[in-house]
Structures are given as C-alpha cells and as structure tokens.
C-alpha cells in the first residue's frame, strides 16, 4: 500500500522543483543581504532621502522575496520526501498565493509598463551613483553585464567623459569611440518594447507555480487514499 505512477512522478517533480526553487531563492537572499550590508551601499540605507529610492525598495524586494521562496521550499520539501499531508497542505497554501502574485504582477506590469520602465531606468541611476561614489569592484561588475547586454554606456553614453567607460562595450565602430546609447533611456525603451514579452516570462512563471500546485494535490489526494487503505487495513486486522 503506497503511492501509484502517479503519485511518485508527482513526488519527484515536486523535489526537483524545490531544489530549483531554493537555489534561486538562497541567490535572492544573498544578493540582497549582501546589497545591504556591504561596506560601499550601506551607507545609501542611513539617509532617510533614499529610503523611497528604486535601489532601496529593489533591495528589499530581494531580500523578502528570497526569504518567502526557502520558507516555501521548506515545506515543499519536507511534504515531498516525508510524505507529510500537513506541510504539504501549507505548501500548496503558498503556492496558491506565489502563483496568483506572479501572474497579477506580470499585468500590471504590462499594464505600466512606462512607469515601470522608468522605475528600472531609476534603479540603474542608484547602482551608477553608489560605484561613483566606492568604485567596487563587485558593482562594475554588475555594470559590464548590464552594459554589455543592452548595449549602453553610462547615463551620457558619451564614452570619453563617462566615470564608468571601463565597463562600457567595446566600441563596434568609429562612432561607437564617441556616442554611445544613454543606459537609463536605453532600459526604459527597452521595457516599454518588450512587454509582451515580460507579460510571458511572469505568466510562465505562474503556469509553473500552479504546475507544481496540481502536483501537490495529487500527491495529497494520493496519500490521503493510501492513509485510508491502512486504517482500513488495520481496523479489518484488529
């Protein structure tokens, strides 16, 4: 008397989806832990005047957002390998809200997505104001990868007065040595042009919260079938 196919593929689907959930969860985490902590941004923490900053308020959201994923893996994972009804029942809870806060945000960030573009423009500016200000190392890292991949440099996109023309793209032409996209513009375009395409990265996320959440309940209503096998079993034994 245990779980069937199904069941069991229900079962390992959940753990590799947690195992997948807690890895980007504990990235979250670290990134915003170490975002707010480390030596060069926290002083950007001190001063109420950027409490309402895009950098701040993204921080914070990573913070958060990572926490809630482990603390849902937490149950995910225990429900999945100890067969545990309880803390599967809480997990599915959870993820009922995830998945119905991923997809509400995935609209209305379509529906906003001007706004929401020059919020992202916005949190690009703090990252740029706190490397001007430390010049760390771990940010200019952070800056090559955006520049390199949306194409930009700094908030002129003049290289030769930029603070930051060493993280900038290699010139791809004899323009390119003296005008450049301006990041902050770039990135607000660039969000504006693709939100469709953000609109279908946050739903599919969604479609696959709630694939997990079918998951879960099969794996209950298959436990719950197996708890009564046994009962039954025992009540017809003794």
Known sequence: MGLDGCGLVCKYILV??????AVVGLAFLILGLWLRFSDSTRGIFEFEAFNSSAFVIGVIVLI?????MLIVVTFGD??????????????????????AAEIIAGVLAYTNSDKV????????????????????????????FIHNFIDCCGLTGIPLIEIVKETCPK??????????SSCPVTISSLFDRRASLVLGIFVGVGVLLITALVCTTILLKQLKRVHQQVTTYYS???
């Open 78 to 99: 225990y429900g999945a390998c100890s067969e545990n009804r309880c803390a599967l029942q809480v997990f599915s809870v959870l993820l009922s809200f995830m998945a």
């Open 16 to 21: 590799v989806f947690n195992i997948i959930f």
């Open 171 to 180: 010139p791809k032409g004899f323009i390119d040595n003296f005008s450049m």
């Open 64 to 68: 958060v957002l990572g926490a809630l």
């Open 236 to 238: 017809t034994v003794y």
């Open 117 to 144: 573009g020059r919020q992202l423009g916005e949190f690009y500016t703090s990252i740029y104001t706190v490397y001007a200000a430390s010049g760390d190392p771990a940010i200019a890292v952070t800056l090559m």
